[in-house]
C-alpha cells in the first residue's frame, strides 16, 4: 500500500477493526479484548492523516456504535478525546520508542475507557463488570503486533 492513498489505507484498516471488534468470544474476553478501532486508528493517525481527523473518529465512532449496538456516540466520544490526545502528542509519538508509544497507547485507551464507560454509567448504571478495567492494558501490550503487521501492510 502506498502512502499517497492514504484514505484506501483507512478503509482498510478499518473493515480490519470492524471484523475484529465483532468476532463471537465469551463476554470476559470481549470486554477485556483491546480497543481495535482506536489501536489501527492511532496507527493512521501518525502516519498519515493531517487534517480532518477528529471528524473521521466521529465518523468510525458512529459506525462502531451502529455495529455494536452501543448508545449512539458513546464509541464516537471516546474515540474523539482519545484521538485529540494522540494529535496533541504526534510529533512526540512518532520519533519515541516502543516503550514510550506503548505508554501513550496506554494513555489514550485509558481517556477511551473513561468516556466509553462514564456514558454508559450515566446512561445504563454500573452493571459491575471488571474486565472493562484491563482493555487498556490489553491494547498497550498488543500494540506492538499491531504496529508491526500495519508497517507491513503499509509497504505492500
Known amino acids: 500500500m502506498s502512502t499517497r492513498r492514504p484514505y484506501i489505507f483507512l478503509l482498510k484498516i478499518t473493515l480490519f477493526a470492524f471484523i475484529l471488534s465483532a468476532l463471537p468470544f465469551n463476554s470476559e474476553i470481549l470486554d477485556s479484548s483491546p480497543f481495535w478501532m482506536l489501536l489501527l486508528y492511532i496507527y493512521w493517525l501518525v502516519n498519515f492523516q493531517d487534517k480532518g481527523g477528529l471528524f473521521i473518529a466521529l465518523i468510525l465512532g458512529i459506525l462502531l456504535d451502529i455495529l455494536q449496538g452501543d448508545i449512539l456516540g458513546q464509541n464516537a466520544l471516546?474515540?474523539?478525546?482519545?484521538?485529540?490526545?494522540?494529535?496533541?502528542?504526534?510529533?512526540?509519538?512518532?520519533?519515541?520508542?516502543?516503550?514510550?508509544?506503548?505508554?501513550?497507547?496506554?494513555?489514550?485507551?485509558?481517556?477511551?475507557?473513561?468516556?466509553?464507560?462514564?456514558?454508559?454509567?450515566?446512561?445504563?448504571?454500573?452493571?459491575?463488570?471488571?474486565?472493562?478495567?484491563?482493555?487498556?492494558?490489553?491494547?498497550?501490550?498488543?500494540?506492538?503486533?499491531?504496529?508491526?503487521?500495519?508497517?507491513?501492510?503499509?509497504?505492500?
Open 78 to 156: 471516546a474515540l474523539i478525546i482519545a484521538s485529540f490526545f494522540i494529535i496533541n502528542v504526534k510529533q512526540s509519538f512518532y520519533v519515541s520508542n516502543l516503550s514510550t508509544q506503548q505508554v501513550y497507547v496506554f494513555l489514550a485507551s485509558g481517556i477511551y475507557l473513561v468516556f466509553f464507560f462514564l456514558t454508559h454509567a450515566l446512561i445504563h448504571g454500573w452493571n459491575g463488570n471488571y474486565y472493562l478495567l484491563l482493555a487498556p492494558i490489553t491494547s498497550t501490550l498488543i500494540w506492538p503486533v499491531v504496529q508491526f503487521f500495519l508497517v507491513k501492510c503499509k509497504h505492500q
